[in-house]
Antibody, heavy 122, light 108 residues
């Protein structure tokens, strides 16, 4: 079955850290760039980060640059998002998303996970 | 940053009707625009990319058009399963991609 399943969300205090995971199945994970996209409660979608298929290049939204780190383990078909120095405004459902391009990104997303909720609150 | 504005925020329509959703960019995004559908508690689904190309498995009643700053998504005859939130996304400014705030289609 072609799917992405996120995990690792929860309630965390401001300033603390959390690591999200996204397990992929049903497609060749190692040939696609992967993204994280978040959605604050009642709000629209915000792109967070992307990692190329080989993990060699990573890019971030300005809102998370220097605090979040995207990584991947192609041997485990898993994408990660390490979130440090969390803020209240990081509260959102975090979706992982597969880039539609094979090897070279197309920059739109043809498969999404349902997401995992991160709540930053004291 | 290119800001994407969708209108209206909510649209009340009846099954079987034809509906057109709008997405406007603050600057030209050429044809680098995608549309997604999201139902409550579900993952978003890609409907249209490159402004007018239907994604795999998307019914022909969905069509996209436009270029530059003005884009539309049309559903020719609304089915019950089409009531959802629709988002547009521009991908012309690598590696920063921006989404519209969404249009909710609700049953009249």
């Amino acid at each position: 079955q072609v799917q992405l399943v996120e995990s690792g969300g929860g309630v965390v205090q401001p300033g603390r850290s959390l690591r999200l995971s996204c397990e992929a199945s049903g497609f060749t994970f190692s040939t696609h760039a992967m993204h994280w996209v978040r959605q604050a409660p009642g709000k629209g979608l915000e792109w967070v980060a992307v990692i190329t298929y080989d993990g060699n290049n990573k890019y971030y939204a300005d809102s998370v640059k220097g605090r979040f780190t995207i990584s991947r383990d192609n041997s485990k078909n898993t994408l990660y998002l390490q979130m440090n120095s969390l803020r209240a405004e990081d509260t959102a459902v975090y979706h992982c998303a597969k880039d539609a391009g094979d090897y070279y990104p197309h920059w739109y997303f043809d498969l999404w996970g349902r997401g995992t909720l991160v709540t930053v609150s004291s | 940053e290119k800001v994407m504005t969708q209108s209206p925020a909510t649209l009340s329509v009846s099954p079987g009707e034809r509906v057109t959703l709008s997405c406007r960019a603050s600057q030209s995004v050429s044809g680098s625009l995608a549309w997604y559908q999201q139902k409550p508690g579900q993952a978003p689904r890609l409907l249209i990319y490159d402004a007018s190309t239907r994604a795999t498995g998307i019914p022909a009643r969905f069509s996209g058009s436009g270029s530059g700053t003005e884009f539309t998504l049309t559903v020719s005859s609304l089915q019950s399963e089409d009531f959802a939130v629709y988002f547009c996304q521009q991908y012309s400014t690598w590696p920063v991609y921006t989404f519209g705030q969404g249009t909710k289609l609700e049953i009249k």
